[in-house]
């Protein structure tokens, strides 16, 4: 049976005009003494792909577990469609898709006995099968591997064959569990572009990734870090973080040495490494750069370059797990260096 709606959790669109497709609010999980969900509440709206992002271990795959109904919650609430995960989870999985981790195909079966096996499961009738096949085939371009061994697909293929093999019996919300894991660049590029074909036509879609690219697809996207939500909003509100500060890309031969001397000055508000290069967040960039510039030269770590860069999703990312991290530690005490009168401003 239906229940009403919960009230409105933190994360609802002040815009909504309908009931939000998927709500928790306050859900936790906890397995013996580990916290792995700890009081998340956001909304999605219908027809959204929102995403899930987080580290390994941060929590995403419960949530989503738990959403599907594999997985009771400890405590809070969450709701799909408006029906109780907790109290009808039967139901729920009549209305979802659901794409796990791990690619759940039969690989001794060709691609159209896949898709007759999970259409059977659907419980879908044989003209109903026959059109969805088609449908399935179509869109995930398989036409010309349908009699093909599912063993023999490249893992790109698979992949879109594990999607569409998930929508035969046209759920209104899929789930999507870290589903580009292990797959080329090009493979996971033309995986979002399906992704986008599903979303116009109205599916709401919920993604769990740790690939920072693929985030920029959703359209608002919640960061999961130890359990918990610590920031939640479109890709530029996140970005927003950064609002009056600037973000500078450092690059020099000792990249290690620099960012243990950089980060030690007062002008630099935070320090961290991207790769073999460094960013940091500094108040006032032309400053920041002609002070960086001068601290390599006289430390001999050239030739160097110091750029202002827009922030990226990867920025954000690293700067709120450091914050939220920074609170979970608690308040420190120091004491600032003496003559510590820097033009540029900030404190580390």
Request: net charge negative; proline share 6%; aromatic share 6%.
């Amino acid at each position: 049976m239906k229940r009403n709606a919960l009230p409105a959790a933190p994360g609802t669109l002040p815009w909504s005009t309908e009931p939000p497709a998927i709500e928790l609010r306050h859900l936790r999980k906890q397995f013996g003494a580990f916290r792995a969900v700890d009081d998340v509440s956001f909304t999605v709206r219908r027809g959204e792909v929102f995403g899930l992002l987080g580290s390994n271990g941060a929590g995403k795959s419960t949530i989503i577990r738990i959403l599907s109904g594999l997985l009771s919650p400890s405590g809070g609430d969450a709701s799909v469609l408006g029906f109780d995960v907790a109290r009808e989870p039967e139901t729920v999985r009549r209305h979802i898709g659901y794409m796990s981790q791990k690619i759940s195909l039969y690989e001794d079966l060709s691609v159209r006995q896949n898709l007759d096996f999970f259409g059977g499961v659907y419980g879908l009738s044989p003209t109903e099968l026959r059109e969805r096949q088609a449908w399935a085939l179509s869109v995930a371009g398989l036409e010309d591997r349908a009699n093909a061994m599912v063993r023999d697909l490249s893992g790109g293929w698979r992949q879109r064959l594990a999607l569409v093999s998930a929508l035969l019996h046209r759920p209104q919300i899929v789930f999507l569990d870290e589903p580009t894991g292990g797959v080329d660049p090009i493979s996971r590029r033309r995986f979002w572009q399906l992704i986008d074909t599903m979303a116009a036509e109205g599916i709401t879609l919920l993604v769990t990734t740790h690939y920072l690219d693929e985030a920029e697809h959703c359209d608002r996207i919640a960061l999961i870090h130890a359990g918990r939500l610590v920031a939640l909003g479109t890709v530029t509100e996140l970005k927003g973080v950064f609002a009056g500060r600037a973000i500078l890309e450092v690059t020099c031969p000792r990249f290690a040495e620099a960012l243990v001397r950089l980060e030690s000055e007062p002008w630099v508000l935070e320090a961290s490494i991207f790769g073999t290069r460094l960013h940091l967040v500094v108040r006032d960039a032309d400053l920041a750069r002609a002070a960086a510039l001068a601290l390599l030269h006289e430390t001999g770590n050239e030739p160097a370059g110091v750029e202002r860069i827009i922030p990226s999703l990867e920025d954000v990312f690293i700067h709120t797990i450091e914050e939220a991290d920074a609170e979970a530690r608690g308040p420190t005490t120091s004491t600032p260096p003496p003559g510590d009168h820097s033009p540029i401003g900030g404190s580390h």
